[in-house]
């Protein structure tokens, strides 16, 4: 008897969350409003034509809080930002960015695709530069 072995590859995403990419713009007093922008790259073989991004504020398996789904379909070796302005409450939030659990894809590495970062918010009065004591990283 003899037995042959036989591998099947599939064709799957991999989303990456771009590491450093996740950056919070504070507001203003004239636009009180932080920004997060976050990079993903899509370094699988197949694409994720569907794609969702989920942001939340505090970690997303433990009590954190989906603030909103973005839209962000990437073909093998695209990269893409998205952005989410907040109508935040002010003080320490860590934000997190990652693939939604709803995608209709199975990614090829989930352990590579969450970003996250702590941050203090804070809207600094008229006429002050918009610096807020932050984290050590």
């Not at 909103?68 to 934000?95: A, V, Y």
């Not at 199975?106 to 969450?114: F, K, M, P, R, T």
Request: hydrophobic share 35%; charged share 15%; glycine share 8%.
């Amino acid at each position: 008897l003899s037995y042959e072995q036989a591998v099947f590859t599939f064709a799957q995403p991999d989303l990456v969350g771009v590491k450093d990419s996740l950056k919070v713009t504070q507001g203003t007093a004239s636009n009180p409003f932080p920004t997060l922008t976050a990079r993903f790259a899509n370094i699988g073989n197949a694409s994720a034509v569907n794609a969702w991004i989920d942001i939340y504020d505090g970690p997303p398996n433990d009590g954190g809080v989906l603030l909103s789904q973005k839209s962000l379909p990437l073909l093998p070796g695209e990269t893409g930002m998205i952005t989410h302005i907040w109508d935040s409450n002010e003080g320490m939030h860590t934000f997190w960015v990652v693939p939604s659990t709803e995608n209709t894809f199975l990614d090829a590495n989930y352990s590579n695709d969450a970003l996250s970062k702590t941050i203090n918010i804070c809207i600094p009065p008229a006429g002050t530069p918009g610096n807020c004591p932050q984290p050590r990283p």
